[in-house]
């Protein structure tokens, strides 16, 4: 992806680096909602990345079909309602009134048929819809229509889930666009439009409030889904990556709001009158090790198992959240903990004695002869970087050949797509987090994909998996559902798709004169400033 083309404002850009920081007159700067993001936006698209940061920006640019709520229950978003008739092998959703785009257009039932197409191209739920769906069709402006060859319960859930990728509705020239390749137009029906002209790469992401859009009428405001009121009339993302900076500049009211703040300040903050820490995503963040199954070493599956002997959970969430044991759980498994397809088949390999020289003798066993491994850590983003820090001293002490490559996120986001060997630009293992909604069960959950060249970053071919994963889509209840997951969190420990680090719980700092932050997501509506 070339990030020229995608965030070319021309002399806009240039224009708005040498703005001064707050370019708002002071009259209206309780109109402007400042906040620091986890990273600097590298990519815009969200069909051809996972990258949450990417995720929150296309809540403001973009709408749904669909939302989700805080009970995990999709409810009517951009549809009006909708009809299931055939015993559920026909559904039919009508478009809600005054649903229009940022370019003035309105938007049209074969805008969201492309939209659809090209996000389940990508998304693993969305897959699955496609082998079950006879056609999907815009009869009218108004109507949508799914014809399956048998009933997909799930629809409602795949098209509001805000697990990434989200089903985001774009005009359908855009949605044309090859999955992926980035669209070059950032043009939505959301709340926000997007503000090319004062995009500053590394620096600063804005949004203007899209006074065309139209809310709905009912529902509750809950997650993503209900009413999208809108009180402020621009919002600011200033890029922070020191976090001494970004601390100083939400004190001072220079910032309003930062989405995550380290362990270690997370004390002092707290100490301010003038702040509020909260928890608000419940399901946590859960922490793995993601490999290229496509080149040595980690194309071997011995290889891979071997490290699991090495993982100490404890380790990992202590470097990214500290001591306080409530902010962080260890002896985690494949799926969510208190979710009810977490488990404990298999558990040992992560929770028995850590045995460095045992895991020296099985990796060479499985053939492992000094191949370099390729580690790319993202330096601009805390939580990240102290997994990769604790990544490559447990790789190094099991005595492989690690090569370090410290660069910021935007950068593994695009190298980490590479199926490059690591001698031609390619990766071997990189870090990252996924929300506990995203890892709740085999539907949703992108990394625990075995179906090789179509499969998330790494690309394994796991069919054992996939098996499975299939089998859990037909199981007739949740104590059948229960079982399989077992039985996939037992054969994702032979495969080993990714090393499982944990899980952590990160508090949100705002300034207390914001009120309606939601729950969730970094939504940016319903908030508004007292």
């Known amino acids: 992806m070339d990030r020229r083309d995608l965030f070319r404002g021309a002399a806009g850009i240039a224009a708005a680096g040498a703005l001064p920081r707050f370019a708002i007159a002071q009259g209206s700067a309780a109109r402007v909602l400042k906040f620091i993001p986890q990273s600097d936006l590298a ?20 709408d749904t079909l669909y939302g989700f709520d805080e009970d995990y ?76 060859k048998r009933p997909f319960p799930l629809l409602f859930d795949a098209l509001g889930k805000p697990a990434t990728p989200v089903c985001f509705m774009m005009p359908e020239r855009l949605a044309k666009t090859d999955p992926a390749v980035a669209v070059k137009e950032i043009i939505g029906s959301g709340p926000f439009r997007w503000n090319a002209k004062e995009r500053v790469p590394g620096a600063r992401v804005v949004y203007d409030r899209f006074e065309d859009y139209v809310p709905r009428a ?28 970004a601390a100083n500049a939400l004190q001072s009211g220079e910032a309003d709001w930062w989405e995550q ?99 020296k003798r099985d990796l060479a066993a499985a053939g492992y002869n000094g191949e370099k491994v390729v580690l790319i ?23 492989m050949n690690v090569e370090y490559i410290s660069t910021d996120w935007g950068t593994v986001v695009q190298r980490r797509a590479s199926k490059e060997p690591v001698e031609k630009g390619g990766w071997s293992v990189f870090f990252t987090f996924w929300a506990g909604i995203d890892m709740m069960n085999p539907g949703v959950q992108q990394a625990l994909r075995g179906n090789g060249q179509a499969a998330w970053f790494g690309w394994p071919t796991a069919p054992k998996l996939e098996e499975l994963r299939n089998a859990w889509f037909e199981a007739p209840d949740l104590a059948a559902q229960k079982e399989i997951a077992r039985k996939i969190q037992l054969q994702a420990f032979e495969d080993v798709p990714y090393l499982p680090a944990g899980q952590y719980f990160q508090a949100w700092a705002y300034r207390r004169n914001l009120s309606g932050v939601l729950k969730g997501l970094p939504m940016f509506w319903n908030v508004q400033r007292s």
Not at 80 to 99: I, N
Not at 109 to 133: E, F, K, N, P, Y
Not at 222 to 234: C, I, L, N, Y
């Open 261 to 359: 703040p380290p362990g270690d300040l997370q004390i002092m903050l707290r100490r301010n009158r003038d702040l509020s820490l909260e928890i608000q995503d419940p399901t946590g963040l859960m922490g793995m090790a993601r490999f290229n199954h496509l080149h040595p070493p980690f194309n071997n599956p011995a290889i891979r198992r071997a490290l699991l002997g090495a993982v100490n959970q404890a380790d990992y969430m202590t470097a990214v959240i500290g001591t306080d044991k409530s902010l962080w759980r260890d002896g985690v498994g494949i799926f969510t903990p208190d979710t009810p397809l977490a488990n404990d088949a298999g558990m040992e390999v992560l929770t028995g004695p850590r045995d460095y020289e045992k895991v």
């Open 377 to 399: 850590a993202a330096s601009d983003f805390p939580s990240l970087n102290a997994l990769a820090q604790v990544g490559n001293d447990m790789l190094q002490k099991a005595g």
């Open 218 to 245: 009912d529902g509750k405001v809950s997650w993503t889904a209900g009413p999208k009121r809108v009180h402020f009339d621009r919002i600011e993302w200033n890029v922070m990556p020191d976090a001494a900076t």
């Open 43 to 62: 990519v815009a698209d969200p069909i051809v990345t996972t990258a949450y940061v990417t995720r929150n920006h296309s809540y403001l640019v973009w």
């Open 73 to 148: 229950k999709p409810q009517p978003q951009m549809v009006q309602g909708h009809v299931v008739e055939d015993g559920g092998r026909r559904v039919t959703m009508t478009l809600r009134d005054g649903l229009k785009f940022h370019d003035g257009e309105p938007v049209r039932a074969r805008d969201c048929v492309a939209s659809i197409r090209r996000w389940a191209a990508r998304d693993a739920l969305g897959q699955v819809m496609m082998t079950v769906l006879d056609e999907l069709s815009a009869p009218d402006d108004k109507t949508i229509a799914f014809r399956f």
